[in-house]
């Protein structure tokens, strides 16, 4: 007879294989920044939901809607109370994730954003990246066991099918939550391969993996941090660039099974 252990893995394992071959139902669609997020809901033809189901007083903000078969929710951590600005970063990011799994139970999260690139790895400005495996840049403990720890390192959901059909580049994500970066933070992205790096990704992993919803993390960059400052234009292309990739994704996944992507 099998240790009940083995049973109940096997168990996990039946309904892990069951689920990722239902279609996609809900998404939630996970972004940093209100600039980032509008021209989405605009084009997904999303709304507000005013009776929040999130914990009074936060300023986390929730888009949703209908798009073709796809019952789309859309968050970002709105503006700090105090500041008026984006509350961008790790905390923010893995506080609305968290909220929102619980809240709306998504089959599937797609963390997407601006990031900068790196010339040295092939990175130019617009270019949009489904992220392999995502880790911190920015969190050392030099102690064993917790260096890994630090490190945070996380595979991404596998999407082939979707990376071939739109032509996605792929590369490693790095996460900091400082703008730019110190030597030391770029010594990490250089030892983890990175070839973005963005300010929230590593902490939607973390949630997404505890809580166990497959995840995607697609970037698109706006700035080179080994290369010239970005011109207005240069941003501009960008935010657009993002809206039609998350656009393009969606309409990839409509109609799919986790194991379709």
């Not at 139970?105 to 797609?110: A, R, S």
């Not at 990739?245 to 996944?253: K, L, M, N, S, Y």
């Given at each position: ?124 400005i617009g270019d949009a990246y489904v992220?392999?495996?995502v880790a911190f840049c920015d969190r ?122």
């Open positions: 007879m099998a240790p009940h252990g083995d049973k109940s893995d096997a168990a996990d394992e039946t309904m892990v294989a069951e689920a990722e071959k239902r279609p996609i139902s809900t998404i939630l669609i996970v972004m940093a920044m209100q600039s980032e997020a509008l021209p989405v809901v605009n084009k997904l033809n999303l709304s507000e939901d005013l009776q929040s189901v999130f914990p009074k007083g936060v300023p986390w903000v929730r888009y949703r809607g209908f798009y073709k078969d796809l019952n789309i929710n859309l968050v970002w951590p709105g503006k700090d109370s105090s500041l008026g600005v984006d509350c961008v970063g790790t905390v923010p990011a893995s506080l609305v994730t968290y909220a929102s799994i619980q809240a709306l139970q998504p089959d599937l999260i797609i963390n997407a954003g601006t990031a900068g690139g790196f010339k040295a790895k092939g990175a130019c992220a392999s495996e050392r403990i030099p102690i064993p066991v917790f260096d890994l720890y630090g490190l945070g390192l996380r595979q991404a959901f596998s999407t082939p099918n979707l990376q071939k059909e739109l032509n996605l580049k792929v590369g490693k994500l790095s996460t900091g939550d400082s703008l730019h970066m110190s030597t030391q933070d770029e010594a990490s992205m250089v030892a983890n391969d990175a070839v973005v790096k963005d300010m929230e990704a590593a902490a939607v992993a973390y949630v997404a993996d505890l809580l166990k919803v497959p995840s995607v993390f697609l970037k698109v960059v706006i700035d080179i941090k080994d290369g010239e400052e970005t011109t207005a234009e240069e941003s501009s292309q960008s935010f657009a660039a993002l809206e039609c990739a998350v656009t393009q994704v969606i309409d990839f996944i409509n109609g799919k099974s986790l194991s379709d992507l």
